[in-house]
């Protein structure tokens, strides 16, 4: 299907309401202004290789709406670690404006596209930094000072865990996005989430309309703080899961 651009703001409110959300005018403006920057950007950097409209809005947009519920009403404070072009950090402001929501990325033309897309799309409580996850993890501003951290980024979920538990306050969350078949996965991270300070909690099927993809959302809470050596120095993680 190959949209015309005056189809864009009906198609995007069908398929958010397929979800159980309904946009307010301000809401479908911010959505179509960030999908234009995303192109445009696009041209001239890596940010995506999803660029069709109605991908974007169902693998991006609706993807990161997928957290979005009544049960996450109680978190205030959310940081995106790995967001890349923001996802799926600013959605959900875009959802939640009260939300205050910090995007770390690795990579700094990222975190000035998003600091663009921050001042274009007039998004309130929305901070982009250039950091790496296991420094920025270390700096008092930021550790164990979240409600929930979320990812998208595509790490096994141990060396995920090694990255995002440390910035989350015990009685927090950290919800990784992953793909369907994820059982043996959460299986072989239960012992780094155990010692991060964590406790796997649930693995919450759900799937995009109109589509074939699945998600399992994967919700770890903080039961314990972190111990001073987590994370380990950058690249560790990575090459060496707990």
Do not use: W
Not at 25 to 54: C, D, G, H, P, R
Not at 135 to 159: G, H, M, P, W
Request: negative net charge; hydrophobic residues 40%; contains cysteine.
């Amino acid at each position: 299907m190959n949209l015309k651009q005056d189809d864009y703001e009906f198609y995007l409110q069908e398929q958010f309401q397929k979800i159980g959300i309904s946009l307010s005018e301000l809401q479908v403006f911010q959505f179509l202004s960030y999908y234009e920057l995303l192109i445009e950007k696009n041209k001239v950097m890596n940010l995506t290789a999803i660029t069709e409209f109605e991908d974007v809005v169902q693998k991006h947009f609706i993807d990161s709406a997928l957290l979005f519920s009544e049960e996450t009403q109680s978190f205030h404070t959310v940081i995106d670690v790995g967001t890349g072009a923001g996802f799926p950090g600013i959605p959900l402001n875009i959802l939640r404006p009260d939300l205050e929501v910090l995007l770390l990325d690795s990579l700094n033309k990222r975190v000035l596209f998003l600091k663009e897309v921050i001042v274009q799309l007039k998004l309130q409580n929305v901070t982009a930094i250039h950091a790496r996850a296991e420094e920025a993890a270390c700096d008092s501003k930021y550790r164990e000072k979240f409600d929930l951290c979320v990812s998208r980024a595509v790490a096994n979920l141990s060396s995920l865990s090694e990255y995002c538990l440390p910035f989350v306050h015990r009685g927090g969350y950290f919800v990784s996005y992953k793909s369907s078949s994820v059982e043996q996965e959460c299986s072989d991270a239960k012992k780094a989430i155990y010692l991060l300070g964590g406790t796997m909690q649930d693995i919450r099927k759900v799937s995009i309309p109109d589509t074939d993809i699945e998600r399992s959302l994967v919700f770890i809470k903080k039961e314990r703080g972190t111990p001073a050596k987590y994370p380990r120095k950058a690249g560790i993680p990575a090459k060496n899961p707990l």
